[in-house]
Protein backbone atom coordinates (compact mmCIF):
# COMPACT_ATOMS: atom_id res chain seq x y z
CA UNK A 1 0.00 0.00 0.00
CA UNK A 2 1.25 3.33 -1.08
CA UNK A 3 0.08 7.21 0.00
CA UNK A 4 1.90 9.72 -1.36
CA UNK A 5 4.16 8.13 -2.52
CA UNK A 6 5.68 7.04 0.74
CA UNK A 7 5.89 3.11 0.81
CA UNK A 8 5.00 0.77 4.28
CA UNK A 9 7.27 -1.60 3.10
CA UNK A 10 10.62 0.94 2.47
CA UNK A 11 9.38 2.18 6.01
CA UNK A 12 9.55 -0.59 7.56
CA UNK A 13 12.67 -1.78 6.50
CA UNK A 14 14.50 1.15 7.38
CA UNK A 15 12.93 1.23 10.87
CA UNK A 16 13.44 -2.54 11.35
CA UNK A 17 17.31 -1.70 10.16
CA UNK A 18 17.53 0.98 12.71
CA UNK A 19 15.94 -1.30 15.51
CA UNK A 20 17.68 -4.07 14.96
CA UNK A 21 21.04 -2.14 14.83
CA UNK A 22 20.11 -0.37 17.94
CA UNK A 23 19.76 -3.98 19.34
CA UNK A 24 22.88 -5.63 18.22
CA UNK A 25 25.59 -3.29 18.28
CA UNK A 26 24.59 -3.55 22.89
CA UNK A 27 24.93 -7.04 22.12
CA UNK A 28 28.25 -6.31 21.01
CA UNK A 29 29.06 -4.48 23.65
CA UNK A 30 27.03 -6.00 26.50
CA UNK A 31 29.69 -9.09 27.06
CA UNK A 32 32.35 -6.50 27.03
CA UNK A 33 30.93 -4.31 29.54
CA UNK A 34 29.75 -6.80 31.61
CA UNK A 35 32.70 -8.37 32.30
CA UNK A 36 34.77 -4.78 32.22
CA UNK A 37 32.07 -2.92 34.82
CA UNK A 38 30.88 -6.23 36.29
CA UNK A 39 27.25 -6.07 38.06
CA UNK A 40 28.27 -3.87 40.36
CA UNK A 41 29.07 -0.92 37.53
CA UNK A 42 26.13 -1.99 35.18
CA UNK A 43 23.69 -1.49 38.02
CA UNK A 44 25.04 2.08 38.65
CA UNK A 45 24.95 3.15 35.80
CA UNK A 46 21.52 1.72 35.24
CA UNK A 47 20.06 3.21 38.46
CA UNK A 48 21.56 6.61 37.61
CA UNK A 49 20.38 6.67 33.75
CA UNK A 50 16.22 5.19 34.77
CA UNK A 51 16.06 8.36 36.80
CA UNK A 52 17.74 10.70 34.33
CA UNK A 53 15.65 8.86 31.31
CA UNK A 54 12.33 10.16 33.68
CA UNK A 55 12.89 13.87 33.49
CA UNK A 56 13.44 12.99 29.73
CA UNK A 57 10.18 11.35 29.70
CA UNK A 58 9.14 14.04 31.28
CA UNK A 59 9.83 16.55 28.92
CA UNK A 60 8.69 15.27 26.01
CA UNK A 61 5.88 14.20 27.61
CA UNK A 62 3.09 12.34 24.87
CA UNK A 63 4.65 13.61 21.60
CA UNK A 64 5.48 10.22 20.70
CA UNK A 65 2.20 9.24 19.94
CA UNK A 66 0.64 13.01 20.09
CA UNK A 67 3.11 14.70 17.96
CA UNK A 68 3.10 12.02 15.65
CA UNK A 69 -0.16 11.49 15.23
CA UNK A 70 -1.22 15.66 14.69
CA UNK A 71 1.28 15.83 12.34
CA UNK A 72 0.36 12.16 10.19
CA UNK A 73 -3.21 14.04 10.41
CA UNK A 74 -2.08 17.28 8.61
CA UNK A 75 1.25 16.88 6.74
CA UNK A 76 -0.72 17.96 3.39
CA UNK A 77 -1.12 21.44 4.61
CA UNK A 78 2.11 23.14 4.84
CA UNK A 79 0.70 26.29 6.52
CA UNK A 80 -1.35 23.82 9.19
CA UNK A 81 1.97 22.16 9.26
CA UNK A 82 4.28 24.62 10.44
CA UNK A 83 1.89 26.52 12.65
CA UNK A 84 0.85 23.38 14.79
CA UNK A 85 4.58 22.35 14.62
CA UNK A 86 5.88 25.68 16.08
CA UNK A 87 2.92 25.56 18.85
CA UNK A 88 3.66 21.83 20.07
CA UNK A 89 7.72 22.50 19.70
CA UNK A 90 7.35 25.56 22.07
CA UNK A 91 5.18 23.95 24.84
CA UNK A 92 7.91 21.08 24.64
CA UNK A 93 10.71 23.65 25.01
CA UNK A 94 9.59 25.67 28.05
CA UNK A 95 8.84 22.08 29.75
CA UNK A 96 11.77 20.64 28.78
CA UNK A 97 14.00 23.80 29.89
CA UNK A 98 12.27 23.43 33.41
CA UNK A 99 13.25 20.08 34.27
CA UNK A 100 16.79 20.44 33.22
CA UNK A 101 17.46 22.25 35.79
CA UNK A 102 15.28 20.66 38.14
CA UNK A 103 17.49 17.38 37.36
CA UNK A 104 20.50 19.57 38.04
CA UNK A 105 18.83 20.34 41.53
CA UNK A 106 18.17 16.66 41.94
CA UNK A 107 22.21 16.11 40.58
CA UNK A 108 23.62 18.45 43.76
CA UNK A 109 21.21 17.51 46.47
CA UNK A 110 20.05 13.67 45.88
CA UNK A 111 21.80 11.57 43.75
CA UNK A 112 24.43 8.75 45.18
CA UNK A 113 26.91 8.75 42.60
CA UNK A 114 26.87 12.71 41.19
CA UNK A 115 29.75 12.28 38.42
CA UNK A 116 27.93 9.86 36.77
CA UNK A 117 24.29 11.56 37.15
CA UNK A 118 25.95 15.24 36.16
CA UNK A 119 26.80 13.44 33.04
CA UNK A 120 23.73 12.00 32.21
CA UNK A 121 22.13 15.73 32.62
CA UNK A 122 22.73 15.38 28.48
CA UNK A 123 20.27 13.09 28.52
CA UNK A 124 17.80 15.25 29.98
CA UNK A 125 18.57 18.17 28.11
CA UNK A 126 17.91 16.58 24.77
CA UNK A 127 14.88 16.23 25.96
CA UNK A 128 14.32 20.21 24.90
CA UNK A 129 15.78 19.15 21.57
CA UNK A 130 13.70 15.77 20.68
CA UNK A 131 11.51 16.55 17.45
CA UNK A 132 11.75 12.71 16.02
CA UNK A 133 7.95 12.81 16.45
CA UNK A 134 7.68 15.17 13.49
CA UNK A 135 10.06 13.32 11.62
CA UNK A 136 7.60 9.97 12.30
CA UNK A 137 4.44 11.93 11.05
CA UNK A 138 5.83 13.03 8.14
CA UNK A 139 6.79 9.24 7.91
CA UNK A 140 10.46 10.02 7.63
CA UNK A 141 12.15 7.01 8.34
CA UNK A 142 14.97 7.13 6.21
CA UNK A 143 16.77 10.05 7.83
CA UNK A 144 16.41 9.16 11.79
CA UNK A 145 17.65 5.42 10.37
CA UNK A 146 20.48 6.73 8.71
CA UNK A 147 21.19 8.90 11.82
CA UNK A 148 20.59 7.15 14.66
CA UNK A 149 23.02 3.46 12.77
CA UNK A 150 26.06 6.09 12.14
CA UNK A 151 25.58 7.24 15.78
CA UNK A 152 25.27 4.07 17.50
CA UNK A 153 28.51 2.45 15.06
CA UNK A 154 30.97 5.79 16.81
CA UNK A 155 28.96 4.94 20.52
CA UNK A 156 30.14 1.64 20.06
CA UNK A 157 34.03 2.08 18.87
CA UNK A 158 34.26 4.48 21.47
CA UNK A 159 33.00 2.60 24.18
CA UNK A 160 36.15 0.29 23.37
CA UNK A 161 38.28 2.59 22.94
CA UNK A 162 38.31 4.29 26.39
CA UNK A 163 36.18 1.70 28.76
CA UNK A 164 38.97 -0.47 30.09
CA UNK A 165 37.74 -0.85 34.00
CA UNK A 166 35.40 -0.94 36.97
CA UNK A 167 36.39 2.84 37.36
CA UNK A 168 34.75 3.97 34.28
CA UNK A 169 31.03 3.69 34.49
CA UNK A 170 31.19 7.69 34.14
CA UNK A 171 33.02 7.06 30.90
CA UNK A 172 29.93 5.03 29.50
CA UNK A 173 27.55 7.22 31.13
CA UNK A 174 29.71 10.31 28.77
CA UNK A 175 29.89 8.14 25.56
CA UNK A 176 26.21 7.19 26.25
CA UNK A 177 25.31 10.76 26.94
CA UNK A 178 26.66 12.37 24.47
CA UNK A 179 25.32 10.10 21.92
CA UNK A 180 22.03 10.32 22.67
CA UNK A 181 22.21 14.72 22.60
CA UNK A 182 23.85 14.08 19.20
CA UNK A 183 21.26 12.56 17.73
CA UNK A 184 18.44 15.14 18.35
CA UNK A 185 20.84 17.96 16.97
CA UNK A 186 21.83 16.22 14.11
CA UNK A 187 18.40 16.53 12.76
CA UNK A 188 16.84 19.63 13.45
CA UNK A 189 18.28 21.28 10.23
CA UNK A 190 16.03 18.48 8.43
CA UNK A 191 12.84 19.36 10.09
CA UNK A 192 13.41 22.91 9.69
CA UNK A 193 13.26 22.23 5.96
CA UNK A 194 9.67 21.14 5.72
CA UNK A 195 8.31 24.08 8.19
CA UNK A 196 8.46 27.66 7.97
CA UNK A 197 8.36 30.00 11.14
CA UNK A 198 5.31 31.04 12.16
CA UNK A 199 5.12 32.77 15.28
CA UNK A 200 2.88 30.60 17.82
CA UNK A 201 0.27 32.13 19.75
CA UNK A 202 -0.66 32.17 23.28
CA UNK A 203 -3.69 30.33 22.89
CA UNK A 204 -2.40 28.13 20.35
CA UNK A 205 0.13 26.45 22.93
CA UNK A 206 -2.75 26.13 25.30
CA UNK A 207 -4.81 24.16 22.56
CA UNK A 208 -1.84 21.33 22.86
CA UNK A 209 -1.79 20.76 26.20
CA UNK A 210 -5.03 18.86 27.19
CA UNK A 211 -4.42 16.18 24.22
CA UNK A 212 -0.53 16.22 24.74
CA UNK A 213 -0.76 15.56 28.69
CA UNK A 214 -3.78 12.79 27.84
CA UNK A 215 -1.08 10.73 25.71
CA UNK A 216 1.73 11.13 28.35
CA UNK A 217 -0.09 9.73 30.79
CA UNK A 218 0.03 6.36 29.10
CA UNK A 219 3.90 7.50 28.88
CA UNK A 220 3.81 7.76 32.93
CA UNK A 221 2.27 4.33 33.02
CA UNK A 222 4.53 2.22 31.03
CA UNK A 223 7.20 4.03 32.52
CA UNK A 224 6.46 2.70 36.12
CA UNK A 225 6.65 -0.48 35.28
CA UNK A 226 9.76 -0.56 32.41
CA UNK A 227 11.84 2.25 34.22
CA UNK A 228 10.37 2.48 37.83
CA UNK A 229 11.44 -1.45 38.52
CA UNK A 230 15.35 -0.96 38.08
CA UNK A 231 14.81 2.00 40.38
CA UNK A 232 13.02 0.03 42.98
CA UNK A 233 15.40 -2.66 42.59
CA UNK A 234 18.18 -0.12 43.44
CA UNK A 235 16.28 1.27 46.18
CA UNK A 236 14.61 -2.08 47.59
CA UNK A 237 17.66 -4.63 46.86
CA UNK A 238 21.29 -3.57 45.25
CA UNK A 239 23.15 -2.72 42.19
CA UNK A 240 24.12 -5.85 41.59
CA UNK A 241 20.38 -7.38 41.41
CA UNK A 242 19.67 -4.28 38.61
CA UNK A 243 22.46 -5.33 36.78
CA UNK A 244 21.12 -8.36 35.98
CA UNK A 245 17.74 -7.32 35.51
CA UNK A 246 19.19 -4.31 32.93
CA UNK A 247 21.44 -7.18 31.68
CA UNK A 248 18.51 -9.39 30.31
CA UNK A 249 16.64 -6.54 29.37
CA UNK A 250 19.07 -5.82 26.84
CA UNK A 251 18.29 -9.10 25.28
CA UNK A 252 14.37 -8.81 25.45
CA UNK A 253 15.15 -5.94 23.18
CA UNK A 254 15.94 -8.17 20.47
CA UNK A 255 12.13 -9.42 19.69
CA UNK A 256 11.10 -5.95 20.87
CA UNK A 257 12.78 -4.46 18.18
CA UNK A 258 10.81 -5.70 15.06
CA UNK A 259 7.74 -5.13 16.85
CA UNK A 260 8.40 -1.67 18.13
CA UNK A 261 9.61 -0.72 13.70
CA UNK A 262 6.31 -2.03 12.84
CA UNK A 263 4.26 -0.24 15.05
CA UNK A 264 6.33 2.95 14.78
CA UNK A 265 5.67 2.74 10.82
CA UNK A 266 1.95 1.61 11.16
CA UNK A 267 0.55 4.44 13.59
CA UNK A 268 0.84 7.53 11.19
CA UNK A 269 -0.30 5.42 8.19
CA UNK A 270 -3.32 4.39 9.71
CA UNK A 271 -4.08 7.64 11.22
CA UNK A 272 -3.29 9.36 7.58
CA UNK A 273 -5.82 6.62 5.98
CA UNK A 274 -8.13 7.24 8.71
CA UNK A 275 -8.58 11.00 8.12
CA UNK A 276 -9.41 10.67 4.66
CA UNK A 277 -11.84 7.98 5.56
CA UNK A 278 -10.03 5.89 2.79
CA UNK A 279 -9.88 1.86 2.37
CA UNK A 280 -11.11 0.43 5.78
CA UNK A 281 -10.79 -3.24 4.17
CA UNK A 282 -7.25 -2.62 4.07
CA UNK A 283 -7.00 -1.28 7.41
CA UNK A 284 -8.73 -4.40 8.78
CA UNK A 285 -6.58 -7.21 6.43
CA UNK A 286 -3.04 -5.15 7.60
CA UNK A 287 -4.41 -5.26 11.39
CA UNK A 288 -4.73 -9.09 10.61
CA UNK A 289 -1.02 -9.31 9.19
CA UNK A 290 0.54 -7.56 11.83
CA UNK A 291 -1.10 -9.58 14.45
CA UNK A 292 0.18 -12.76 12.99
CA UNK A 293 3.72 -11.50 12.49
CA UNK A 294 3.97 -10.32 15.74
CA UNK A 295 3.25 -13.61 17.09
CA UNK A 296 5.76 -15.35 15.02
CA UNK A 297 8.37 -13.07 16.05
CA UNK A 298 7.64 -12.97 19.78
CA UNK A 299 7.11 -16.30 19.72
CA UNK A 300 10.09 -17.76 17.86
CA UNK A 301 12.85 -15.11 19.30
CA UNK A 302 11.53 -15.13 22.88
CA UNK A 303 10.57 -18.82 23.09
CA UNK A 304 13.65 -19.63 21.50
CA UNK A 305 15.84 -17.29 23.80
CA UNK A 306 14.29 -19.06 26.81
CA UNK A 307 15.46 -22.19 25.40
CA UNK A 308 18.85 -22.10 24.80
CA UNK A 309 19.45 -19.69 27.98
CA UNK A 310 21.61 -22.25 29.89
CA UNK A 311 24.26 -21.86 27.38
CA UNK A 312 23.79 -18.69 26.01
CA UNK A 313 24.12 -16.34 29.83
CA UNK A 314 27.31 -17.80 30.80
CA UNK A 315 28.62 -17.69 27.18
CA UNK A 316 27.75 -14.10 26.94
CA UNK A 317 27.56 -12.42 30.16
CA UNK A 318 30.90 -14.07 31.60
CA UNK A 319 30.67 -15.50 34.96
CA UNK A 320 28.16 -14.01 37.74
CA UNK A 321 25.16 -13.56 35.54
CA UNK A 322 23.95 -17.22 36.17
CA UNK A 323 20.85 -15.73 37.63
CA UNK A 324 19.88 -14.10 34.48
CA UNK A 325 18.68 -17.72 33.13
CA UNK A 326 15.81 -17.63 35.74
CA UNK A 327 15.22 -13.92 34.79
CA UNK A 328 14.79 -15.19 31.31
CA UNK A 329 12.23 -17.70 31.84
CA UNK A 330 10.07 -15.10 33.92
CA UNK A 331 10.08 -11.90 31.79
CA UNK A 332 10.36 -13.32 28.37
CA UNK A 333 7.01 -15.22 27.97
CA UNK A 334 5.61 -10.99 28.50
CA UNK A 335 7.15 -10.22 25.05
CA UNK A 336 3.90 -12.52 23.63
CA UNK A 337 1.08 -10.63 25.20
CA UNK A 338 3.57 -7.26 24.69
CA UNK A 339 3.25 -7.93 20.85
CA UNK A 340 0.06 -8.37 20.69
CA UNK A 341 -1.09 -5.19 22.52
CA UNK A 342 1.69 -3.15 20.57
CA UNK A 343 -0.52 -4.28 17.16
CA UNK A 344 -3.52 -3.04 18.66
CA UNK A 345 -2.21 0.38 20.49
CA UNK A 346 -0.23 1.38 17.22
CA UNK A 347 -3.21 0.02 14.55
CA UNK A 348 -6.21 0.06 15.98
CA UNK A 349 -6.64 2.66 19.29
CA UNK A 350 -4.41 5.40 18.27
CA UNK A 351 -5.10 5.97 14.90
CA UNK A 352 -8.96 5.93 16.00
CA UNK A 353 -8.01 8.34 19.22
CA UNK A 354 -9.17 5.40 21.81
CA UNK A 355 -6.85 7.16 24.30
CA UNK A 356 -8.97 6.46 27.33
CA UNK A 357 -8.64 2.97 26.96
CA UNK A 358 -5.33 2.72 25.91
CA UNK A 359 -4.64 5.42 29.45
CA UNK A 360 -6.58 2.44 31.20
CA UNK A 361 -5.26 -0.67 30.42
CA UNK A 362 -1.51 0.93 30.81
CA UNK A 363 -2.21 2.53 34.66
CA UNK A 364 -4.05 -0.99 35.66
CA UNK A 365 -0.98 -2.95 34.13
CA UNK A 366 1.34 -0.21 36.41
CA UNK A 367 -0.88 -0.59 39.29
CA UNK A 368 -0.23 -4.34 39.28
CA UNK A 369 3.55 -4.47 38.56
CA UNK A 370 4.15 -1.25 41.32
CA UNK A 371 2.00 -3.54 43.90
CA UNK A 372 4.45 -6.55 43.03
CA UNK A 373 7.38 -5.40 43.36
CA UNK A 374 6.77 -3.27 46.79
CA UNK A 375 5.99 -7.34 47.71
CA UNK A 376 8.32 -9.04 45.82
CA UNK A 377 11.23 -7.04 45.50
CA UNK A 378 12.43 -7.04 49.16
CA UNK A 379 12.20 -11.23 49.10
CA UNK A 380 12.84 -11.98 45.46
CA UNK A 381 15.19 -9.40 43.97
CA UNK A 382 15.22 -9.01 40.49
CA UNK A 383 13.23 -12.09 40.54
CA UNK A 384 10.25 -10.00 41.93
CA UNK A 385 10.71 -7.62 39.54
CA UNK A 386 10.42 -9.72 36.29
CA UNK A 387 7.28 -11.38 37.93
CA UNK A 388 5.99 -7.62 38.54
CA UNK A 389 6.59 -6.98 34.56
CA UNK A 390 4.93 -10.25 34.12
CA UNK A 391 1.83 -9.48 35.14
CA UNK A 392 1.63 -5.72 33.78
CA UNK A 393 1.76 -7.03 30.19
CA UNK A 394 -0.61 -9.58 30.50
CA UNK A 395 -2.65 -7.22 32.32
CA UNK A 396 -2.27 -4.45 29.72
CA UNK A 397 -3.03 -6.99 27.12
CA UNK A 398 -5.77 -8.27 28.35
CA UNK A 399 -8.30 -5.07 28.64
CA UNK A 400 -7.19 -4.00 25.30
CA UNK A 401 -8.50 -6.96 23.62
CA UNK A 402 -11.07 -7.39 25.78
CA UNK A 403 -11.89 -3.61 24.70
CA UNK A 404 -11.81 -4.29 21.15
CA UNK A 405 -12.85 -8.05 21.32
CA UNK A 406 -16.10 -7.52 19.24
CA UNK A 407 -15.33 -4.98 16.33
CA UNK A 408 -11.28 -6.10 16.12
CA UNK A 409 -12.34 -9.75 15.66
CA UNK A 410 -9.70 -10.82 18.96
CA UNK A 411 -10.85 -14.11 18.67
CA UNK A 412 -9.68 -14.85 14.93
CA UNK A 413 -6.56 -13.41 15.92
CA UNK A 414 -6.24 -15.19 19.38
CA UNK A 415 -7.07 -18.10 17.00
CA UNK A 416 -3.97 -17.31 14.28
CA UNK A 417 -1.73 -17.19 17.10
CA UNK A 418 -2.16 -20.16 18.83
CA UNK A 419 -0.23 -22.41 16.41
CA UNK A 420 2.70 -20.09 17.05
CA UNK A 421 2.68 -20.25 20.83
CA UNK A 422 2.33 -23.77 20.32
CA UNK A 423 5.33 -24.31 18.23
CA UNK A 424 7.17 -21.97 20.43
CA UNK A 425 6.43 -24.06 23.72
CA UNK A 426 7.09 -27.37 22.29
CA UNK A 427 10.45 -25.90 21.34
CA UNK A 428 11.13 -24.91 24.92
CA UNK A 429 9.98 -28.26 26.34
CA UNK A 430 11.89 -30.25 23.49
CA UNK A 431 15.12 -28.62 23.89
CA UNK A 432 14.97 -26.91 27.20
CA UNK A 433 17.30 -29.60 28.77
CA UNK A 434 19.46 -30.66 25.86
CA UNK A 435 23.00 -29.86 25.79
CA UNK A 436 24.84 -30.99 22.09
CA UNK A 437 27.96 -33.22 22.90
CA UNK A 438 30.44 -31.36 21.84
CA UNK A 439 33.45 -29.34 23.88
CA UNK A 440 32.86 -25.78 22.78
CA UNK A 441 30.21 -23.70 24.15
CA UNK A 442 30.22 -21.67 21.18
CA UNK A 443 29.74 -24.67 18.65
CA UNK A 444 27.30 -26.14 21.00
CA UNK A 445 25.09 -23.21 21.13
CA UNK A 446 24.90 -23.28 17.33
CA UNK A 447 23.50 -26.22 17.58
CA UNK A 448 21.20 -25.95 20.10
CA UNK A 449 19.71 -22.79 18.06
CA UNK A 450 19.36 -24.69 15.21
CA UNK A 451 18.23 -28.01 16.29
CA UNK A 452 15.38 -25.88 18.47
CA UNK A 453 14.58 -23.97 15.31
CA UNK A 454 13.91 -26.40 13.53
CA UNK A 455 11.51 -28.29 15.82
CA UNK A 456 10.01 -24.83 16.00
CA UNK A 457 9.58 -24.38 11.99
CA UNK A 458 8.64 -28.22 11.68
CA UNK A 459 5.78 -27.95 14.66
CA UNK A 460 4.51 -24.39 13.18
CA UNK A 461 4.17 -26.45 9.52
CA UNK A 462 2.13 -29.06 10.84
CA UNK A 463 -0.25 -26.97 12.76
CA UNK A 464 -0.55 -24.83 10.37
CA UNK A 465 -1.29 -26.89 7.33
CA UNK A 466 -3.50 -28.69 9.77
CA UNK A 467 -5.54 -25.40 10.47
CA UNK A 468 -6.34 -24.78 6.44
CA UNK A 469 -7.60 -28.80 6.30
CA UNK A 470 -10.08 -27.97 9.17
CA UNK A 471 -11.20 -24.23 7.57
CA UNK A 472 -11.73 -26.38 4.25
CA UNK A 473 -13.90 -28.33 6.16
CA UNK A 474 -15.40 -26.27 8.16
CA UNK A 475 -16.24 -24.20 5.12
CA UNK A 476 -17.56 -27.19 3.34
CA UNK A 477 -19.73 -28.19 5.85
CA UNK A 478 -21.37 -24.80 5.90
CA UNK A 479 -22.11 -25.06 1.86
CA UNK A 480 -23.37 -28.30 2.46
CA UNK A 481 -26.01 -26.69 5.49
CA UNK A 482 -26.77 -24.08 2.88
CA UNK A 483 -27.02 -26.65 0.13
CA UNK A 484 -29.67 -28.37 2.64
CA UNK A 485 -31.38 -25.40 3.87
CA UNK A 486 -32.11 -24.45 -0.53
CA UNK A 487 -33.34 -28.32 -0.87
CA UNK A 488 -35.51 -28.39 1.82
CA UNK A 489 -37.13 -24.87 1.13
CA UNK A 490 -37.38 -26.01 -2.64
CA UNK A 491 -39.74 -29.22 -1.27
Known amino acids: MNNNGVSVKKNFMFSVFNQLTGIMLPLITTPYISRVLKAQGVGEFSYAYSIANYFYILSILGLKNYGNRTIAYIKDDRHKLSKTFWEIYMFQFLIGTLLSIAYLEYVIFFSHSKIVALVLCLVVISGTLDITWFLYGMEEFRLTSIRDVLIKLLTTLFIFLFIHNQNDVWKYALIYSIGFLFSQVVVIPAVFKKVCFIKPSYKGILSHIKPNLILFLPTIAVSLYRIMDKIMLGTLGSSKE ?13 PLALITALGTVMLPRMSNIISHNDNFNELEKTFNKSIVFAMFISSSICLGIMTVADIFVPLFFGEGFEKCVVLFYIILPSCLFLAFANVIRTQYLLPRK ?11 GAAVNLISNFLLIPKLASIGAAIGTLGAEITVCVIQAAYVYE ?8 INSIPFVIAGIVMFLLFKEYVPPVGNMVFALILKIFFSGISY ?35
Open 354 to 364: RDKLFILSLFS
Open 457 to 491: MLVLGILLISSRFIKKDDSSNIMNNVRGLIITKKK
Open 407 to 414: EANIKRNI
Open 242 to 254: VGYYYSCEKIINV
